[in-house]
């Protein structure tokens, strides 16, 4: 059974950072899977926010280019988003995600706000 467990999530102030981590387990190939990082605010749809295939193609939301980075360490099933330079507008549930061919897997999502 596939999981994905998401932590790092926190309170926040605009301008400061954090760092999301996704653990995978039940993943036979982890190194197959596309990753990424969704989000949804309150009263808002989940959006994508970044996506990795291996660790040299990644793609961003245009909002976030130069102040997210998203990683990935196959040898331990798990993806990273280290957020710089947050906004109040960043505040939102984050969502790992992890994909190969029709085979889609959601974690719990964890809690970010942004807010002074």
């Known amino acids: 059974q596939v999981q994905l467990v998401e932590s790092g999530g926190a309170l926040v102030q605009p301008g400061g950072s954090l760092k999301l981590t996704c653990v995978a387990s039940?993943?036979?190939?982890?190194?197959?899977?596309?990753m990424a990082w969704y989000r949804q605010a309150p009263g808002k749809q989940r959006e994508l926010v970044a996506s990795?295939?291996?660790?040299?193609?990644?793609t961003y939301k245009d909002s976030v280019k130069g102040r997210f980075t998203i990683s990935r360490d196959n040898a331990k099933n798990t993806v990273y988003l280290s957020m710089n330079n947050l906004k109040p507008e960043d505040t939102a549930v984050y969502y790992c995600n992890a994909g190969v061919s029709e085979s889609v897997y959601w974690g719990q999502g964890t809690q970010v706000t942004v807010s002074s």
């Open positions: 990795i295939l291996n660790n040299i193609w990644a």
């Open positions: 039940g993943i036979a190939r982890f190194s197959v899977y596309a």
